[in-house]
């Protein structure tokens, strides 16, 4: 077998392979990129990309349908001959060194322009690098970080794995203890988690400890409401807010049968007057618009409130 020496000193003959050696050493570029450059065509460029990368001599990124080069790690022996060769040519070529100062400033512009050409895309790119649990955590930010707030009915605490990094403090409350041991298992690393066995018509909870209270899907299989709304506006500190998550008022009454449903959803002015008999204003009603594929009548979020806010206490 030849030494390799023969066919790096061939990869290495030919100025155009060595121009693009010279930028690829110190910038990751596509194949536009480098005609930009090169000033050579797209064909010419592309063909001594290929002999480059099946040499070893660079190394090739696809992303999506672009693919991005850069010099390769070389062994010993390709390093030090590349070294003498770009020190012969150090100089030979400026212009190269002028136009792609250009085209890395002219990349920024794209990135500029980047969310005009990806338009309505974005959804589903960003979905696709980042996953959703980034934006769910942002909107969580926005929270009082020192509030104390409550889920009740918090069945596997998921509700109080998102909650919990965000707040003072997150307590759970159910009445089954195998939700609370489930919560338990899911919310092990959290220091800031309490849970609570309980009932929401007696809640485990003391006068006014709450900021913040959560009901996630379980007022309509609570047969008798008034307690629990009373329970809820003790526990809630002077301005405190009761974000109610349950179904709109609906007609589908096999409910009842199937899933144990007591209450057909419920109106904004049922949940608007179970709430003045506790001394809880209905501050906020909205239905949510069903998510596509979605079986269920559409959920809808109320926060109640218990007066006006009065400071900071327990936010
Ligand atoms: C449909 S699950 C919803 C769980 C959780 N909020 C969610 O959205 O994933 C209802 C939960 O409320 C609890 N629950 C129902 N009635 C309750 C009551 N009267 N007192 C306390 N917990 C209750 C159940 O044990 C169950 O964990």
Known sequence: MEPEIY???SALAEPTRVRLLALLEGEELTVGELVRVVQLPQS????????????????????????????GALDAGA??????VRDEVADAYPEDQQRLATVLALRMVDSATFFERVGGGWDALRRQLFGDDCVTAALLALLPPDLVVADLGCG????????APAVGRAIGVDR???MLDAAADRLAALDNVDLRRGELAALPLADGELGAALTMLVLHHVVELPPVFAE???ALAPGGRWVVLDIDEHDRAEYRQ??????????ADTLRALGAAAGLDLVAHRVVPPAPGALGPPPCVAVLQKGRAQGAANR
Do not use: N, P, Y
């Open 258 to 267: 199937t899933m144990g449903h007591v209450h057909l959803g419920f109106s």
């Open 176 to 178: 089954e203890q195998a």
């Open 44 to 71: 010419t460029v592309s063909r001594h990309l290929k002999q480059l990368h099946a040499r070893g001599w660079i190394d090739r990124r696809a992303v999506g349908t672009a693919s991005f080069f850069r010099m």
């Open 232 to 234: 809820v506006a003790r």
């Open 156 to 163: 596997t605490g998921e509700a109080l794995a998102w909650l």
């Open 7 to 9: 066919d790096r000193l």
């Open 79 to 84: 390093l030090a001959l590349w070294r003498v």
